[in-house]
């Protein structure tokens, strides 16, 4: 089912925390909703399932506006961060409550139940009750209640925020594979850039109460628009030069080295300030735009190894490079910037 | 066992004090069913005589003990319900609901909650008589439930803030009716506050004292405490003690049980909500 969200604006007193918003979702497609703390990732959430009333705007569900329809009428599915169980009932109960309410045959809810409860590998835990359950069999509950009753769309807000590094892992691709095997259009909330990037088709990057860029995976770590979607993606993240333009190049701040400017890339009018982004996979030994400095830190990864160059001007680029090649703190190196993958920015921050 | 032993002046000390009570204890419990040579302490005869309240009419004016007990339990049941139904509904609303001057009632409730009602009872009785309530059970039931209800609500506001907002939300998502909600998902998380609220205003009204004997005085409306007093003051200085020891034990005997049965319950008032 595909979701339009036209203008959406919402206020809570006299803050207003989102304004004249609009995205559509497509139907069968799985969104992350992916900003910091507080900038109306849950509130969008809310809005869609129907627990936030919109200040203005409209919402639609396939060409149907459901704008002032009922949370119990909408048929969204929601896994909460904290789960939301019901503490009183057992696995089983729990699942069953959606299909109770609508008063199911008893033959019915047991198939379905069964159904579900197989689909996300908690089959022989119907009778436990939600605390005698693990983090990750929980969360299995609360999605498997979600899906019982076939919602035309599935809400999840931090689905996974609760969960240890290597259950969070499991369970990215199993909500992955949950989703894609029901094919319904699940909007998954998150500040966690590698859980967008790993599980969703496309990701909405918001800001403030704004989606700042709405594209792939792919396309937003290769393509940002704006240097906080670049800042925004990528693990270890990307390192800023700032620096102004001089004569057709990039002068670096506080320094009297000038670097070429790729072709592609629009040059702003003299002397306007500019920031070159540089992701650390692209600064590397033998890459050709050489830039020398000193490793002043030295963080070990396992596979890899992350330097930081403290550059003649202050300035700091991040290299990750793959164990082995045993540099160390202090060294002097004069290392390379991939030229065709640098990300360079106005001084709105706009990409040029 | 070890640090027990240790503590016995402590236990010495707390044992001097409580004697009294235990020693009067004692002596009513058998004296409520001994017979006694006047002016010697030591019993000289097993006897139930005393306990003939129970089975005879003692010609006192009253209704009888079982028409008394009658009222006294009608008084603590119905105050109890209506505590609890009227807690439970009000806890509800302050915990979740956004209306209007909700600080201002959330404040009252502490305010009445420690208020002396005592002084409040010649308002009470005015107000009794211009209704037509006065010297009638249900009066001061309303009363009794009344004054007892902002501790009530409180309580189970505390209750209610405990249950996570969430779980709500999730049942509305699910389908369910707001009613259907609390109904099913919030009350039973709610459930032992509200056992603990039942009991304790049932025991609260049992042992109510000051509000019948002011506001329904008369026969009719009679409750076992104001039966007790009744039978000191008309007696006068021949008062019946044995048969006064044996009516109070009878009143004291449902408390004890109660309190036997359900303590753990009662416990969860100071527990705030969490299971054990
Ligand atoms: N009920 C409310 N009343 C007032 N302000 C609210 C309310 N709910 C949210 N806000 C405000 O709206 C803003 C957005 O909140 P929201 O919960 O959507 O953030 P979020 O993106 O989900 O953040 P997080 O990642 O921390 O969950 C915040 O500044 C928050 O303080
Ligand atoms: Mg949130």
Redesign the pocket.
Known sequence: MRISIENFTKT??D?T??KDMSLEIRSGEMLA?L????????????AICGIHRMNGGRLLFGDKDVTRVSSQKRNVGVVF?NYALYPHMNVFDNIAFPLKVRKETRAEIDRKVQEIANLVHIGELLHRKPAQLSGGQQQRVALARALVREPDILLL??PLANLDAKLRLEMRSEIRRIQQQTGITAVL?T?DQVEAMSMCDRIAI?DN?KIVQLSSPKEMYEDPTSDFVAGFLGNPPIAFLEGKAAGGGFRLANSEITLPVPSGITIPDHGAAMRFGIRPEFFQPNNGLKLNGKISFVETQGREELYDVMLENGAVLRSIQSQGAGHKLGDEVSWGIAEDRILAFGPDGRRL | MQSNFRNWPVLLVLFVFSAPLLIMLTFLLVDAFTTKVPGTMIPNGLTFHHFRFLWTDLDDGSWGIWGVTLNTFNFALFTSLSVSAISLTAGYALSRLAFPARGFFLGSLIVLHAFPTVTLIIAIFLILQLLGLYNTLIGVIVVKAALELPFGIWVMKGFYDTVPWEIEMAGVQDGASRFTVWWQLVLPQVQPGLMAILIFSFLSGWSEFILPMVLAPGTEAQVLSTYLATMLLDGGTQADFNLFKAVGLFYALPVIIIYLVFQNKLMNIYGGGTKG
Do not use: Y
Request: overall charge negative; charged content about 10%; hydrophobic content about 30%.
């Open positions: 809570f007193g803050t925390v989102i909703l900003g910091p703390s507080g900038c109306g990732k849950s509130t969008t959430l809310f961060q807000d931090e909330v500040h918001m109460g």
